[in-house]
T-cell receptor, first 118, second 115 residues
C-alpha cells in the first residue's frame, strides 16, 4: 500500500463551476477524514466516515459541500457552485479505529488537492 | 473549550543549532492525546508523535525530543543539531473525548533552517 492518494493534486476552476476531489485511503483503514487548509493555518475538519457511514457532517462549510464514501473504500468531496473563498488545500486522511477505548487514532494524510477558484 | 496555541509563527535558525517549538493546550478532559505533525513544502502532513495524558515521560527519537508537562499544559518539541531538511511547518494537535476524538490543531510554526 502506497499510502493515502488524492486526485487531482491541483484544480483550477472558474467561479460557479462544480469540482470533485477523490481520496483513496490506506486499504486497511476504516476511517476517512476530509480537512480544508488555508495558507498559514492548521487543518480545518470538514467531515469523516467510518466505513461507508458519514458520522459527522455538520462541519461542512455550507450546503455546497458534500462528501460520499459509497462502498467504504474511496471517497469524493464535491463543491458545487464554487466561490473564490473556496480556494484552499483539501486534505484527506485515513486511520484504523478499533474502538473508543483505543483513544485517538493516528491519521495518515494524503498530499492534498489544491483548489484555485478564479 | 479545547484549544491549541503555537505562539511562534516562524522561527529561523542556522543549521546545527538546536531549536524548540512551543505548544500550549487547553482541555477539561483528564484523558487526552497530543500530537505533532510535520508539513514539508511538498504539503503532506507527516505524523511525528502521539502522547497520551497519562504518560508524562519525555520522549527522544534521534534528533527529535518532546517535553510533556501537564503542570504547564505544554508539549514542546526540540530538534537537536537542526538540518536543512527539517525546514517545514510543524503542527501540534489535541484530541480527547470532549471533541469526539477529532483533532484540534494549532496554527503551526514555520521552521526555517538556513545552511
Amino acid at each position: 500500500d502506497t499510502g493515502v492518494s488524492q486526485n487531482p493534486r491541483h484544480k483550477i476552476t472558474k467561479r460557479g463551476q462544480n469540482v470533485t476531489f477523490r481520496c483513496d485511503p490506506i486499504s486497511e483503514h476504516n476511517r476517512l477524514y476530509w480537512y480544508r487548509q488555508t495558507l498559514g493555518q492548521g487543518p480545518e475538519f470538514l467531515t469523516y466516515f467510518q466505513n461507508e457511514a458519514q458520522l459527522e457532517k455538520s462541519r461542512l462549510l455550507s450546503d455546497r459541500f458534500s462528501a460520499e464514501r459509497p462502498k467504504g473504500s474511496f471517497s469524493t468531496l464535491e463543491i458545487q457552485r464554487t466561490e473564490q473563498g473556496d480556494s484552499a488545500m483539501y486534505l484527506c486522511a485515513s486511520s484504523f479505529f478499533s474502538g473508543i477505548r483505543s483513544g485517538a487514532n493516528v491519521l495518515t494524510f494524503g498530499a492534498g488537492s489544491r483548489l484555485t477558484v478564479l | 473549550a479545547q484549544k491549541v496555541t503555537q505562539a511562534q509563527t516562524e522561527i529561523s535558525v542556522v543549521e546545527k543549532e538546536d531549536v524548540t517549538l512551543d505548544c500550549v493546550y487547553e482541555t477539561r478532559d483528564t484523558t487526552y492525546y497530543l500530537f505533532w505533525y510535520k508539513q514539508p513544502p511538498s504539503g503532506e502532513l507527516v505524523f511525528l508523535i502521539r502522547r497520551n495524558s497519562f504518560d508524562e515521560q519525555n520522549e527522544i527519537s534521534g534528533r527529535y525530543s518532546w517535553n510533556f508537562q501537564k503542570s504547564t499544559s505544554s508539549f514542546n518539541f526540540t530538534i537537536t543539531a537542526s538540518q536543512v531538511v527539517d525546514s517545514a511547518v510543524y503542527f501540534c494537535a489535541l484530541s480527547s473525548m470532549d471533541s469526539n476524538y477529532q483533532l484540534i490543531w494549532g496554527a503551526g510554526t514555520k521552521l526555517i533552517i538556513k545552511p
